[in-house]
């Protein structure tokens, strides 16, 4: 089982959709999770950390689901400009160090006019 | 301020040949990581360091590959006798590590690498 797994999409939607990717995650030692964005052939930017208690940013919102090993990223309102892969990040402790940050392959989304 | 900095941009080998790249790191960030990204691909954990030990070695892909990290700052990735799917962007990044785990990278425009 890899250790963060994303659906790779594309998510084909329309401008003004609600969209919504999950991530789920095998080390249940991990604790720190984000998502990052990135753009065709550039590198990636952080989009958000995820706490505990789920947190939100203008369109964007994060959720953990510690139980389950998941979490999870909706996108209200979708603008063009939110195309773009979507990688989930979680830290990945490894003998006593817990710095080890593993991404997922990515969601692709594409949003349409 | 100064973001990661990574040299060179653009490198072209012939297989067979050795590459080294290099990352210079945001001042002050003690965590330093090194991914790569096939075309298409997703980024796969090479290695990271905290300050000037490597913790975790166990991403790179075969005993070609090195790293070292000298005074907390600039690190450099080593391929010997590169071959063509060690073709990739090669990206570096950093962040505070110890201050908090829940800092986020910060990554610099990475190194694209060909082996012809």
């Known amino acids: 089982r890899k250790e963060v797994e994303q659906d790779p999409g594309p998510f084909n939607v329309p401008e003004g959709a609600t969209v919504a990717f999950n991530c789920t995650y095998s080390?249940?030692?991990?604790?720190?999770f984000f998502w990052y964005r990135q753009d065709c052939r550039k590198e990636p930017k952080l989009l958000m950390s995820?706490?505990?208690s789920g947190n939100e940013d203008g369109r964007f919102t994060a959720q953990l689901n510690r139980a389950s090993q998941y979490i999870s990223l909706l996108i209200r309102d979708s603008k063009l400009s939110d195309s773009a892969t979507y990688l989930c990040?979680?830290?990945?402790?490894?003998?006593?160090?817990?710095?080890?940050?593993?991404f997922g392959t990515g969601t692709l989304l594409a949003v349409q006019p | 301020g100064a973001g990661v900095s990574q040299s060179p941009s653009n490198k072209v080998t012939e297989k067979g040949k050795d590459v080294e790249l290099r990352c210079d790191p945001i001042s002050g960030h003690t965590a330093l990581y090194w991914y790569r990204q096939s075309l298409g691909q997703g980024l796969e954990f090479l290695i990271y360091f905290q300050g000037n030990s490597a913790p975790d070695k166990s991403g790179l892909p075969s005993d070609r590959f090195s790293a070292e990290r000298t005074g907390g700052s600039v690190s450099t990735l080593t391929i010997q006798r590169t071959q063509q799917e060690d073709s990739a962007v090669y990206l570096c990044?950093?962040?505070?590590?110890?201050?908090?785990?829940?800092?986020?990278?910060?990554f610099g425009n990475g190194t694209r690498l060909t082996v012809t």
């Open positions: 990044a950093s962040r505070p590590g110890k201050v908090a785990y829940n800092s986020p990278l910060h």
């Open positions: 080390n249940s030692a991990s604790q720190s």
């Open positions: 990040v979680v830290n990945a402790p490894y003998g006593g160090a817990t710095n080890k940050l593993i």
């Open positions: 995820v706490y505990s």
